[in-house]
């Protein structure tokens, strides 16, 4: 079974653009949440989608969105890039079912560079 | 809301003895706690969860952890590292359905020969 996929790995952006990341769930997982990582913050929740509708947001400007198509994939946007924003974007995957107990499952990240 | 928090940020031991990474949680309702590893360049792994019972949990790669709800923490635990054990260990915890998964902010195991 194939894991988490996150595209692209590694990308560079300059101050004021904006980025789309995208994310591959584990086939029959509905639930995607996506996390920012940086080295002073750990791992901060930005928002889980389930069936195509936002379910929980984390603490982030409007800046950061995100959508859920139907076949579950995922893509989260950020817009008016900030020397802040890099970091490594982690997506992870969950059964619809998992409630409180279910482990998540995630992908190796795309990790943004913004200059 | 619920926290975690692990107090070390980076943890040395030498291979051959007993390791422990320590997690110290706080919720509302019934904790469901979690560790995850995160080698270099790497999305996070799990290793283990504690859901109910037994206070001792094992997992992956000889890792186990023991709950402790008088002392709400939930240290993780080697009888014998190793050096491929070094990496990132997170925990994380949750307590109500469809919430989402809260994290510590990591503590670097660091294994010397």
């Known amino acids: 079974k194939a894991g988490v996929t996150q595209t692209p790995r590694y990308l560079i952006k300059t101050r004021g653009q904006q980025v789309t990341l995208s994310c591959s769930p584990i086939s029959g997982h509905r639930s995607v949440s996506w996390y920012q990582q940086t080295p002073g913050q750990g791992l901060q929740f930005l928002f889980e989608y389930f069936s195509e509708t936002q379910r929980n947001k984390g603490n982030f400007p409007g800046r950061f969105s995100g959508r859920q198509f139907s076949n579950s994939r995922s893509e989260m946007n950020v817009s008016t890039l900030e020397l802040g924003d890099s970091a490594l974007y982690l997506c992870?995957?969950?059964?619809?079912?998992?409630?409180?107990?279910?482990?998540?499952?995630f992908g190796e990240g795309s990790r943004l560079t913004v200059l | 809301a619920q926290s975690v928090a692990q107090p070390e940020d980076q943890v040395n031991v030498a291979e051959g003895n007993p390791l422990t990474v320590k997690c110290t949680y706080s919720v509302s309702g019934n904790p469901y706690l979690f560790w995850y590893v995160q080698y270099p360049n790497r999305g996070l792994q799990f290793l283990l969860k504690?859901?109910?019972?037994?206070?001792l949990v094992k997992g992956s790669y000889g890792f186990e952890a023991e709950f402790n709800k008088s002392q709400t923490s939930f240290h993780l635990k080697k009888p014998s590292a190793l050096v491929s054990d070094s990496a990132l260990y997170f925990c994380a915890v949750r307590d109500m359905i469809n919430t989402p998964l809260v994290f510590g902010k990591g503590t670097r195991l660091s294994v010397i020969a």
């Open positions: 504690y859901i109910t019972g037994d206070n």
């Open positions: 992870a995957s969950s059964l619809a079912t998992s409630g409180v107990t279910g482990e998540l499952f």
